[in-house]
């Protein structure tokens, strides 16, 4: 997986160097879980952010990398759980830390208008820890999940060079070791610098 | 100018989120885990008599080290052990209260109650100036803080030489352990929510 991601990041940089200008975009996230995700935890993330570096190989082809961290966590009641012959009852807090790192691809619709539309295409890993903890205690598991991520945005230009972004992302991490697939939504509010 | 202001920005907004990273546990009690454990091929509805001592021993280790074990107060032990009757009770075991061994032997379960506490210590201080005096020590000196925690230990086994394991040493057929935070203030009503908490997630005990 580390290799795989390597590799992309050192095709993408070698893309980069016909670069035609770029975009750095920082964004505060919020996080929606589906699936597993949204069974381990059901409560909206609101803890999160993206950072995103797109350099322009043509006028509306935009090739780099997104960073993102999103924190998930939900307070489960009182309750008893059964494993074996072993039960045990507490209260029980569940997090869930997710650090997708990818390569990007994004496809401008208008890259000259006011309100600039571009769709993208993300492939990568994604660093997942999820932990549930009672009384003292913590259950760690921890994976580095093969990633897709697809993306919608919208570019509002204040000036010339810089714009208020809203971004739509789904993050879709593959089965890895002992840990489920797991998926959300991510919606980024933020600055983007075009240089 | 610009890139510099969105440096800025991130590490401004990473600060942030992290600083308010979810909490977890608010209240003491939120702490508290009960936990048991059964054999599963064990049939307990098949006796009715159960033996308990009168008081609650501490582990400490000093018994390893040839001295007497420490037992716990009975200001503490007695809501305990009525608690953990009053559930046997429940169940439909029947006490023998007795100290003579023979008769010990011939009860179809004995429960044995005993706690232990654990104490962590957690230090903080300036563990690089052993080596780089000229950093200015910026916890002056370090401190330490610690937490402790308590565990209550009920063990059921059959006194019955035939349900022994190979070296003859008594086979545990149910535990239920009640652990939790200890505040010094002596709250009998969790440990007892706990006793009654592990008979409760227990049904397969109770007998006729």
């Known amino acids: ?195 | 100018m610009k890139k510099h202001a969105l440096i800025f920005s991130l590490a401004l907004s990473g600060l942030f989120l992290w600083g308010c990273y979810p909490g977890g546990v608010e209240y003491v009690d939120d702490m508290d885990v009960v936990a048991t454990y059964h054999n599963a091929d064990y049939d307990f509805a098949a006796g009715n008599t159960y033996a308990m001592p009168d008081k609650i021993v501490k582990i400490t280790g000093n018994k390893i080290e040839g001295e007497l074990p420490e037992f716990m107060l009975d200001i503490y032990a007695a809501p305990i052990l009525t608690a953990i009757a009053k559930n046997m009770d429940d169940l439909g075991w029947t006490r023998v209260e007795t100290t003579d061994s023979a008769v010990i032997a011939g009860v179809d379960l004995i429960l044995l109650p005993a706690a232990m506490t654990s104490t962590t210590l957690v230090y903080y201080y300036d563990y690089w100036s052993y080596w780089y005096g000229g950093y200015y020590p910026y916890y002056g000196g370090g401190y330490t803080t610690s937490y402790t925690t308590g565990t209550l230990l009920m063990t059921l086994f059959d006194p019955d030489p035939n349900e022994a394991d190979f070296g003859g040493n008594p086979v545990t057929q149910w535990t239920g352990a009640a652990n939790g935070l200890l505040t010094g203030y002596g709250n009998v009503s969790r440990v007892t929510d706990a006793i009654n908490q592990a008979f409760t997630q227990s049904p397969y005990l109770k007998t006729n």
């Open chain 1, 1 to 195: 997986m580390k290799k795989l991601l390597i590799i992309a990041l050192l095709s993408v940089s070698s893309v980069m160097a016909f670069s035609q200008g770029s975009y750095t975009s920082l964004q505060y996230s919020v996080g929606i879980g589906t699936g597993n995700m949204h069974d381990f935890i059901s409560p909206m993330s609101w803890r999160g952010f993206n950072i995103d570096y797109r350099s322009l190989v043509q006028q509306n082809v935009g090739v780099g990398v997104d960073f993102s961290w999103n924190v998930f966590y939900d307070e489960i009641p009182y309750d008893t759980y059964t494993s074996g012959n072993v039960d045990y009852s507490g209260k029980q807090y569940h997090y869930s830390n997710n650090f997708p790192m990818l390569v990007a691809f994004d496809y401008y619709v208008d890259p000259d208008a006011d309100l600039s539309t571009y769709v993208g295409l993300g492939i990568g890993t994604m660093y997942t820890i999820q932990n549930t903890d009672m009384s003292m205690y913590t259950f760690e598991i921890d994976a580095w999940q093969f990633c897709l991520r697809p993306e919608v945005g919208i570019n509002v230009y204040a000036s010339e060079s810089t714009s208020l972004c809203l971004t739509g992302k789904y993050f879709y991490g593959f089965k890895s070791g002992d840990l489920d697939a797991q998926g959300y939504f991510a919606i980024g509010v933020g600055l983007t610098l075009k240089d």
